[in-house]
């Protein structure tokens, strides 16, 4: 993906290769990835194959994946060599809250974005496929806001644009009263929590002051 006269494009590198995880894959597995034993043995072990793919020659601006949080327990930044982060899911949260999910698949049938070949984009969970529809909605994000902006929210948990889950799933937190909002902020879970935090400090409940969150040319 690169950036020409102010507008990102998507060009027609893309690749993917098998890798070798070192033990059986579990029929779990094969039933949502579809690969087969016989596919990945000799391919290579992951910490031989990630530096180059996560490090190419030419440099990236930033890694971008739909929950860059999973890719990043394995993409450590040992093997990309600190590349910062783009998570196209917590990107989002932010630019088109009144979609009803947020799912790298069901963000490619709501937004419809355009250029995406259908085929191309299957089958879904394969590494190959789900790249290539998160390209297109990051091109699309690159083309609402700046890429400091995106690493900026990728830094910070998702902020959710409705509650989640429990007694008011699906509410908009304005409705929420400030009781219900301080027993979420106070949960486990991270996203919940930094989303009732947001709008304590919208009403001016607590101070408006940064967070202190954990964090997460190209990009691939």
């Not at 098998?18 to 690969?35: K, L, Q, W």
């Not at 930033?62 to 930044?77: G, P």
């Not at 930094?194 to 101070?207: K, Q």
């Amino acid at each position: 993906m690169r950036e020409a006269s102010g507008v990102w494009r998507l060009d027609e590198t893309r690749g993917a290769r098998f890798v070798d995880p070192g033990r059986p894959i579990s029929p779990d597995t094969m039933a949502i990835h579809h690969i087969q034993d016989a596919w990945v043995q000799g391919a290579g072990y992951w910490r031989a194959v990630a530096p180059p793919i996560l490090r190419p020659d030419d440099g990236v601006i930033a890694l971008a994946a739909h929950r860059a949080a999973f890719e990043q327990r394995y993409c450590t930044a040992a093997l990309s060599g600190g590349a910062d982060w783009i998570c196209t899911w917590k990107c989002a949260l932010r630019l088109w809250p009144d979609l009803p999910r947020f799912s790298n698949q069901m963000l490619r049938y709501l937004r419809r974005p355009e250029g995406l070949v259908h085929e191309l984009g299957l089958p879904a969970h394969r590494a190959l496929p789900d790249a290539y529809v998160t390209a297109h909605h990051l091109r699309d994000m690159l083309n609402q806001t700046t890429v400091e902006q995106l690493l900026a929210w990728s830094r910070e948990p998702g902020l959710l644009p409705r509650v989640p889950a429990g007694a008011e799933r699906g509410k908009a937190w304005s409705t929420l009263d400030v009781e219900a909002l301080e027993m979420m902020r106070s949960g486990r879970d991270a996203d919940i929590a930094f989303t009732a935090m947001t709008e304590l400090r919208r009403r001016g409940v607590l101070a408006d002051e940064t967070a202190t969150t954990p964090g997460q040319g190209q990009l691939l």
